[in-house]
């Protein structure tokens, strides 16, 4: 049984063994576009320019243009969106079209689930899988709301998706005894 945005339940009502969600961002497919235009301006170079003058410069040109196409391609690309699945024994988080980067937690792990309404990636640094010291760990694909994941060893995971507040319903649900079910601490 899945739960989407439309069906949410009435109040009272017991949240599903099983929870999907996803967040996407559009935005992406234009930083996409970029990459791609980055290395076909990289081919066009190779293809078509005349390697009798200058050879160690155009050769730098290409392969600059196709590093850096290929880096906003494929770094942009795994963020278009992310897939989250909640079941009775873990969280499993997967971004892009081929669910790569991937993390699974282990419910048995969290200690702490919340719902945040609000993240936004300037507080992240970006979008993306992102890391602070002082924050935690985070798969950033939109700005809006979220889930946040205090575990056992004190770091913390939060990631993007829509409709969070039915997920944190669904992972408070599935918590072992004496794992915190309120909002954490001021950051």
């Known amino acids: 049984m899945t739960d989407h945005p439309r069906d949410k339940g009435q109040a009272g ?3 599903p063994a099983l929870w999907t969600g996803r967040a996407t961002n559009r935005l992406q497919w234009v930083l996409a576009a970029a990459g791609a235009a980055c290395m076909a301006l990289g081919i066009e170079l190779a293809v078509d320019e005349p390697w009798t003058s200058g050879v160690v410069a155009l050769l730098m040109s290409v392969i600059g243009c196709v590093a850096a196409g290929l880096l906003m391609l494929f770094g942009t690309l795994a963020f278009v969106h992310v897939a989250v699945r909640v079941d009775r024994d873990a969280m499993e988080v997967r971004c892009g079209h081929m669910g790569v980067p991937r993390r699974r937690i282990p419910l048995d792990q969290v200690v702490r689930a919340e ?3 609000r993240v936004t990636p300037c507080h992240w640094g970006g979008w993306g899988c992102r ?4 924050q935690g760990t985070a798969v950033i694909v939109r700005r809006g709301e979220g889930i946040a994941l205090t575990l056992g060893d004190g770091r913390s995971f939060t990631v993007t998706v829509d409709d969070a ?3 944190v319903r669904v992972i408070r649900e599935h918590l072992r005894p004496g794992a915190t079910t309120g909002p954490a601490p001021a950051a």
Do not use: D
Not at 131 to 134: G, S
């Open 13 to 15: 009502e017991p949240p």
């Open 131 to 134: 890391w602070r010291p002082e």
């Open 115 to 117: 719902f945040v309404p």
């Open 165 to 167: 507040e039915t997920a």
